[in-house]
């Protein structure tokens, strides 16, 4: 069982920066993929970003260039640096977790994780 906890979320005017973090349990966590996930209300969830073990990243057409996702093994936790932020950033962001090795065209599907944190609010005013 992996337990997730974010933290970081909060109200930014637009064009400003926010750092999420999410701390995970594990004793493998190098070895986990994490992801970054957004919803807003009606909308369907959005993958935001991820990373792999050895820290290579991916990023949502909608972030990429503004967003970055970092990893800390040591710490056990990874980070959604997020700059130049727009109102349409407004979401709920989940982090989510799997331990399993997963492939490439995976680490952008909320089906390939198997764990999720409780979530937090991001709210970009204009």
């Known amino acids: 069982q992996v337990q997730l906890v974010e933290s970081g979320g909060g109200l930014v005017q637009g064009g400003g920066s926010l750092r999420l973090s999410c701390a995970a349990s594990?004793?493998?966590?190098?070895?986990?993929?994490m992801g970054w996930f957004r919803q807003a209300p009606g909308k369907e969830r959005e993958f935001v970003a991820g990373?792999?073990?050895?820290?290579?990243?991916y990023y949502g057409n909608s972030v990429r260039g503004r967003f970055t996702i970092s990893r800390d093994n040591v710490k056990n936790t990874v980070y959604l640096q997020m700059n130049s932020l727009k109102p349409e950033d407004t979401a709920t962001y989940y982090c989510?977790?799997?331990?399993?090795?997963?492939?490439?065209?995976?680490?952008?599907?909320?089906?390939?994780?198997?764990?999720w944190g409780q979530g937090t609010q991001v709210t970009v005013s204009s």
């Open positions: 989510a977790a799997t331990p399993t090795s997963i492939p490439t065209y995976g680490t952008t599907s909320f089906r390939s994780y198997d764990y």
């Open positions: 594990g004793r493998t966590f190098s070895s986990y993929t």
């Open positions: 990373i792999r073990p050895g820290s290579i990243t």
